[in-house]
């Protein structure tokens, strides 16, 4: 796989058909992987892309977004039925297989489970995770914060942010996935 073609690509392809505001968030996302990718000796152009392409598919339909879910076999919830948003990660990695060729697993991963999270080994889906939730676009993120972020392992800075987050969506009433829910049980995150 030629990542630095294949992110050109993707980018070109981000820049045209997302909007303005997604394509910047998306931006930010790339930028801040790159970051705790280098804090955590993680491969920074993976995580670069990852980032860039999480959100490829955010602005699709939501009725097309069930059916390329469904039509790669995958099972959708009676939740994410309720809240289709939710399987733009999901779609996103089916795309970037389908339209890209991107075979890379962590890569999809990452992509696929960037919405609830996800521990899975590599680290590449809690840095994505962690950046969609915290990058500098967000207007509860502070330096502050992120200096303290910073200074923790991956795995406690994925803790830290699945609360941090968590607390701050539901205080402004959005919906949590419930697949998040199930997340910080395995982490011992208590509200």
Do not use: W
Request: charge should be negative; proline fraction near 3%; aromatic fraction near 8%.
């Amino acid at each position: 796989m030629d990542i630095e073609k294949l992110t050109e690509e993707i980018n070109a392809y981000c820049k045209k058909t997302l909007s303005e505001k997604r394509y910047s968030h998306s931006l930010r996302v790339a930028d801040m992987c790159c970051e705790i990718a280098e804090l955590s000796g993680y491969d920074k152009k993976k995580a670069y892309l990852a980032g860039l392409a999480h959100d490829i598919c955010k602005e699709l339909p939501k009725p097309e977004m069930r059916k390329m879910v469904e039509d790669a076999g995958y099972t959708v919830t009676d939740y994410e039925i309720q809240n289709p948003t939710l399987l733009h990660g999901k779609a996103g990695a089916i795309f970037l297989k389908d339209r890209f060729g991107l075979e890379d697993e962590e890569i999809l991963t990452a992509v696929a489970g960037h919405v609830s999270g996800t521990m899975e080994k590599p680290p590449l889906g809690m840095i994505l995770y962690i950046a969609d939730k915290n990058e500098r676009g967000r207007e509860h993120i502070t330096e502050e914060y992120l200096k303290e972020l910073y200074t923790k392992p991956v795995r406690e800075m994925f803790a830290y942010a699945v609360e941090t987050s968590v607390k701050y969506l539901s205080k402004k009433g959005y919906v949590i996935y419930e697949e998040t829910y199930k997340m910080m049980d395995e982490l011992g995150i208590k509200l």
